[in-house]
């Protein structure tokens, strides 16, 4: 029940201060893109307090350094890391097979943070310069035919373990067959 009031607290704070504005990754080999993500990202995250209870803390994810490993000569994994020193996202996509068609999905969303006394207010002490991280694993998020992007303009709500919930819009994917340096006509949600 407290997770529950925490997340619709946290989506209340994040209507009444409008939504996170999208921002655009791209990992590439050479001069080409191979993988592109559009999203905006807000975290809801639960931490222990010096008053021996739990409060959440919304952070807004709003870019940072991007990386990843693309697939080649028909590996099914692809994986983007976005990084901006006091947190950062690890989004793992897979593709396969998926009644008879050519898929790709999310399978992996990692999310690490660095609890501070300015988004972490009251926390325990001991929390303090200390990281904070939270995957979901062997997840289907997102899934669109391998020749599409997935494009998703409504909010999507997901939690990922115990302390993560997040909350992404305007989100479109396109992990694999990038073509022209940019999304490929959108499947949408």
């Known amino acids: 029940m407290v997770k529950i009031l925490l997340l619709v607290f946290a989506v209340l704070l994040y209507k009444a201060t409008a939504q996170v504005t999208p921002v655009r990754y791209e990992v590439k080999k050479g001069a080409e893109v ?49 990084n901006n020193h006091e947190m950062g996202l690890k989004l793992t996509f897979t593709r396969g097979n998926f009644h008879s068609h050519s898929m790709y999905w999310l399978s992996d969303f990692e999310v690490w943070y660095v609890y501070t006394r300015n988004r972490f207010p009251d926390a325990q002490p001991a929390h303090y310069g200390t990281t904070g991280s939270e995957k979901a694993s062997n997840i289907q998020w997102f899934r669109a035919p391998e020749v599409n992007s997935y494009l998703c303009r409504s909010e999507q709500q997901k939690t990922l373990q115990y302390n993560v919930d997040i909350l992404l819009n305007d989100l479109q994917l396109q992990p694999f067959e990038v073509k022209h340096n940019d999304f490929s006509p959108p499947m949408e949600c």
């Open 34 to 82: 191979c993988m592109l993500a559009k999203f905006g990202l807000l975290l809801s995250i639960r931490y222990p307090t010096v008053h021996n209870t739990t409060s959440s803390a919304p952070l807004w994810f709003g870019g940072g350094d991007v990386s990843g490993t693309c697939a080649e000569d028909g590996q099914n994994v692809a994986v983007m890391e976005i």
